[in-house]
């Protein structure tokens, strides 16, 4: 029973510890935040931090991992994307973009992910086509942009177009990255 209780109490610390460095991460960036600064935010000691994870540069991977979903339809996951890209970012990607120019660990974390999703989309994509590598590739920088210039840049227009227009625009889009369909020209702007 003591090693549960003491396995418990670890499991504990590091969820405290993790969650603590996602917040200052984004609060701060890589380089702003300090193993200090995220011993207080959990409420511990400097020294466990270092017990638990390493280093910071350790700390800061695992609490920018973004989860990965292959499961779902290239539409859908999109959506998906573009619904948390348009809404509060979580803590480890605010992170993780804040820091991607700024620190190499972080870049390389940020460009081992973009290309490991690149990779999932080409692979989903409903299209023969040898331009779906393409595709996924514009796709991907795309949503990043969208990221920046949405929660980084704050551009005024994302902030005077309703949200419901916002989605349904991008998902018009995603749907015709997805299923590599071109735009058609749209019957309402034709001249009579």
């Not at 080409?122 to 086509?129: A, G, I, P, R, V």
């Not at 840049?153 to 177009?161: T, W």
């Not at 990255?177 to 309402?188: E, H, I, S």
């Amino acid at each position: 029973m003591p090693n549960e209780t003491r396995d418990a109490k670890r499991a504990e610390s590091s969820r405290k510890i993790l969650a603590a460095a996602q917040e200052e991460f984004a609060l701060l960036g890589f380089e702003g935040a300090t193993i200090r600064s995220i011993a207080a935010r959990a409420g511990v000691h400097a020294s466990l931090v270092m017990q638990h994870y390493g280093s910071k540069a350790a700390l800061f991977a695992t609490a920018v991992q973004l989860p990965s979903d292959d499961s779902n339809a290239a539409a859908d996951h999109l959506a998906d994307v573009l619904d948390v890209r348009l809404g509060e970012l979580p803590p480890e990607t605010r992170a993780l973009v804040r820091s991607m120019l700024t620190s190499p660990e972080a870049a390389e974390t940020m460009r081992s992910f973009l290309d490991e999703r690149i990779d999932n989309l080409e692979q989903s994509l409903e299209s023969s086509d040898e331009d779906a590598r393409a595709r996924a590739a514009l796709t991907v920088s795309s949503i990043l942009g969208l990221t920046i210039a949405r929660h980084f840049l704050r551009l005024e227009a994302f902030e005077r177009i309703p949200p419901e227009t916002l989605r349904a625009a991008g998902a018009a889009w995603l749907r015709e990255v997805a299923t590599g369909a071109a735009p058609g020209p749209d019957p309402d702007r034709l001249d009579p």
